[in-house]
């Protein structure tokens, strides 16, 4: 950034940098499940121990059909340095305690049953941690937007995280404590730009922002430190739009151009543009943020399309509406482009070395193509036999 010099920047770099929201979960989650992992050792233990042959999976699998307890996932062991999967570790074991007790009274060589009060603690961790996992999830999506939920769903972490403190489980309170400190490192302060994504959701605008500064700072909704808060907010969307506005003089066709060129119908838009000049460029988008402000708020769904409905209702603000879609752009996470570069190890490995970097391409390109255009109707994963099918298909007609 000094290189380039502050000055050529948008609002002089303040809204450039932001962290990746997923890694600054992981440092999070991770930070909490040091102080409790001893904790978990013994469920870790017993599903490295009945995972470690096919011999004691089978007869895990037994051992829940006679106890007509359903298998809907098997079992699966963590990874340490990963949280997530031990969340996944923990969420898959907990419905097979009755089957881990069952074996304990079968085979003496087991000696790692968790007990009464180790279950119901990782019981207590798994919905502390699904919060977490589900919120990593979204932020990692790649299909919609996620900028305009970022704000939201960190001031909710933060809101649980204040009520795990005064739990009287003392492991869960260290826990916490852990998180919070890390948490208020990196979000004691909400970037910007985040906070303006918030306020371009018309189911949210001002209120929710409100609403957040209050459940960050654990303070009331209506004090004036709020609204102060939000104040600022407001004021950098006007900055930004001063920006916008500048871009969008920098090239203004010859009016006598456009009629020359224009069909009859046109003459609406160069009159149009006409009135818009003879306005003042600060009230003209002065009153674009205050009209957006004072409509009233979109009804709130889960299913609703921030993008349609600037494209849409949108265009009552014209200058604001680049801004809203430049933002809406902006990804909280780097963790799909990071897949994206680790697939080619996936696919090249010390055995399998020698293709050629146009078969990597197709390879990679085949695989996000088949996930992309085939999925299943309940689970939204992509079906293996629907792929196989549509590949034999293809055979088929080349054949012939």
Known sequence: MSKIGKSKLLCEGTLLHMCCCAHI??????????????????????????????????????????????????????????????????????????????????DKQYEWLPSSEEWAFATDVVERLRLFYEVTELF?????????????????????????????????????????????????????????????????????????????????????????????????????????????????????????????????????????????????????IEQYLNDGLVPYTEKFNVLDWWKVAGTRYATLRKVARDIFGIPVTIVASESAFSTGGRKLKEHRSRLTSDMVEVLMCSQDWLRNKYKDAYTGEASFWTCLQDIQEGIQDLAV
């Open 140 to 288: 990692s999506g790649t299909g919609y937007v996620t900028t305009n939920v970022y704000f939201p769903k960190i001031c909710e972490i933060k809101m649980k995280m204040r009520q795990w403190e005064t739990s009287s489980n003392e492991i869960v309170q260290n826990m916490t404590k852990s998180m919070a400190v890390k948490f208020d490192k990196y979000w004691s302060d909400i970037q910007g730009l985040m906070a303006i994504a918030t306020l371009l959701d018309p189911r949210y605008t001002k209120q929710m922002l409100v609403a957040c500064f209050a459940m960050l700072h654990g303070i009331e909704p209506s004090c004036y430190e709020c609204t102060a808060k939000v104040d600022d907010i407001v004021a950098s969307l006007h900055s930004l739009l001063d920006h916008y506005e500048v871009e969008s003089e920098a090239y203004k066709p010859d009016e006598e151009s456009i009629l020359s060129t224009m069909k009859a119908p046109a003459i609406m838009s160069v009159f149009q543009n006409s009135v818009a000049q003879q306005m003042p460029a600060t009230a003209r988008l002065q009153g674009e």
């Open 25 to 106: 979960l992981n440092l999070v989650v991770k930070d909490g499940l040091d102080a409790m992992k001893s904790a978990i050792e013994n469920i870790r233990e017993s599903v490295a121990y009945w995972t470690a042959s096919p011999k004691r999976i089978e007869t895990f699998e037994d051992m829940a059909k006679y106890n007509k307890v359903k298998i809907t996932r098997k079992l699966r062991l963590d990874c340490k340095t990963r949280w997530n999967s031990t969340f996944i570790m923990l969420d898959i074991a907990l419905p097979y305690r009755l089957v881990f007790e069952r074996l304990k009274e079968k």
